[in-house]
Each structure stands twice: as C-alpha cells, then as structure tokens.
C-alpha cells in the first residue's frame, strides 16, 4: 500500500467537490487532515456549511476553517447554476455551520504548513483566493507543502485541439491564480479543464452508484441531479465530469495521469475569460508571444479517465 497522504483541502464546496471529499475519505492511502472553504460554486458560508454536512456523514473530525468570500480584487463571481444555489444541488438538507478554529482559511494553511513542513498535500478544488491570501502573510509558504495540486488550468497554450470548458477556479480571482502560479514551491500539479472536461461519469457509472447501498454512494447520487439537469442542457446527455474528483485522484496516484508537460504557467484573458496556460513546456523553442517567467508546474495533459472513473465508483461503491 501506497503511503498515507496527509491532505489539506481547500474548496468551494459544490457537489464534484463533495465527491472529492467523499473519495478521499475512501481511500486507505489518504488522511483528510483539514478543510478550508472559499466562494465559488456557492457563497462562502454555503461552501463552509456543505463542508459541516459532508464530514458529518463521514463520521469526520478535522480542523474546517472559513475563508475567503471573494476574490483579492474585484467582486465575487459565484458560479451556482450548476450546483443549485445551495451548491449541494439545493435538496433541503439541514446543512448548521460546522465547528471552525476561529483562523481564517489563509490563517490556517499557513499555520499547519509551520507545524508539519513536508509532511502535507495541498488540494486547492475552488478559486485560489485563500492560496493568494496565504502567500502575502508567508511568500515561502508552498514550500513547506509536500506537493500542492491544483484543480485549474486549461492545459497548454499551444494546444488549440477542441472546445475548452470554462477555467472556473483561475477566472474566479486571476489576482490570486497569479500569486499561486508564481510562488516558490516544492511540488505543484494543474489538473485543468483540459483533462477534467473528458473524464466522465456516464450513465453506467452513475447507475452503480444509485445502486449501492452505502451512506457514500446514496449522498453522491443523491445530489447529481441539479449537475445532470446543467449537463443535459449543454451536452444532451445526462452526464457529468469529474473535474475535482480527478485532481484528489492525481494527488494520490499521479500514475492517473498518462502524460504531462513541466514549465512556466500564466494566467492570461483569453476573450472575456482568464485561463491558467503552460506557456512553455521544458525542451521546446521560445513561444511567439510574450510570457512572465514563473517556476516550473506540472500541467497534466492526458489521464487514464476509464481506470480513474472505475476507481472512483468503487471507493464510493464499497
């Protein structure tokens, strides 16, 4: 058996988000250590609530601090329609603020990452506005993380191969994408939209899931139909993919990914977006286009989705 990874998350707590956790929680090889919300999906204080209500359910005690409610300029930009407003698929659920430890979420990534240097995963699955809060208190913060991934991004600048799907987390607070992209770390993974986009819980999968008995796999279905509801009008099949999902995955078996390209990544507007792009992968030619230089982050760009989808769905299943 692999290593306990010792994980700290981040989220804006929606429903691929609650299956994150729901499959973190699963797994033997990962401890989830603390959680931090931020706006996103949903407003912060749903985001946190979502946190208290999942982690109820997984008979969960761990450090849950609240964070930022909007991004470092601007105004807060909340993606909802996908998640319902509640950002649980809006079913009803009696959802009290969970026990927080009084910090911020900024307050409390800085803190453990000074308590236990080396020993923590970052997975940042929301806008990286507590990221960018953090890195102005301790710039050599991600240092002190065992690895930081990242659910954002939208591949290589380069590959213009098909449609993209919306680079939420990084247009939710550029500001703070920037800050995190640029900052000294030890390890850093962008699991974007690129990789995310097409790995997909079909309708066989999501099947199995309704079928299994467990506390888990009812919850996870349960909330799906607000996300197929989205998906059905953009796609024509009820459908959905498993952006955060497969960033937790990635963390705990990176062998998830079948390729991927190291390099400088920036966050550019792209028409009336912002998307995180590798501007330049290690060994290529300069790019006919200017770009910041930035330490090197892994940008995944292939994964196995069949072996990841058939994972996910037996840890949820189990």
């Known amino acids: 058996m692999s290593p306990v990874r010792h994980v700290v998350v981040d989220t804006d707590t929606g429903i691929d988000d609650a299956h994150a ?3 973190l929680a699963g797994r033997p090889d990962a401890e989830i250590t603390a959680i931090t919300s931020v706006f996103g999906n949903c407003a912060e204080e749903d985001s946190a609530r979502n946190i208290g209500y999942v982690i109820r359910l997984l008979g969960l ?3 849950v601090a609240r964070g930022a409610a909007g991004p470092m300029a601007g105004t807060a930009h909340v993606t909802g329609r ?5 950002g649980l698929g809006d079913r009803g659920y009696d959802r009290p603020l969970p026990e927080v430890t009084g910090e911020t979420g900024a307050e409390l990534l800085v803190r453990l990452a000074n308590e236990r240097p080396g020993e923590l ?3 940042a699955l929301g806008p990286l506005t507590n990221l960018g809060l953090a890195l102005r208190v301790d710039p050599g913060l991600l240092t002190r993380y065992r690895s930081v991934v990242v659910m954002g991004g939208s591949g290589h600048r380069a590959d213009r ?7 939420t987390n990084i247009h939710s607070d550029p500001v703070a994408a920037r800050a995190v992209f640029s900052a000294s770390r030890e390890e850093m993974v962008a699991v974007g939209v690129n990789v ?3 790995t997909i819980l079909d309708e066989a999968a999501i099947a199995a899931l309704r079928a299994a008995k467990t506390p888990r796999a009812r919850f996870a279905g349960e909330i799906l139909e607000t996300y197929l509801d989205f998906y059905q009008n953009r796609w024509g099949r009820r459908v959905v993919p498993l952006h955060d999902p497969l ?3 990635i963390l705990l078996d990176p062998g998830f990914a079948t390729a991927s390209a190291s390099g400088p990544v920036n966050v550019v507007a792209e ?3 912002y998307r995180g792009r590798l501007m330049r992968a290690a060994g290529e030619p300069p790019p006919p286009f200017p770009y910041e230089d930035a330490p090197d982050t892994e940008v995944i760009m292939q994964v196995d989705s069949a072996r990841f989808v058939t994972d996910f769905v037996e840890v949820l299943t189990r």
């Open 21 to 23: 956790l729901l499959y």
């Open 121 to 123: 995963d970052l997975l």
């Open 82 to 86: 996908a998640h319902g407003k509640d």
């Open 161 to 167: 191969n098909g449609p993209l799907l919306n680079d």
């Open 247 to 249: 960033a937790a995955g």
């Open 271 to 273: 028409g009336p977006l």
């Open 196 to 198: 995310t986009g097409g």
């Open 61 to 63: 005690e761990v450090p």
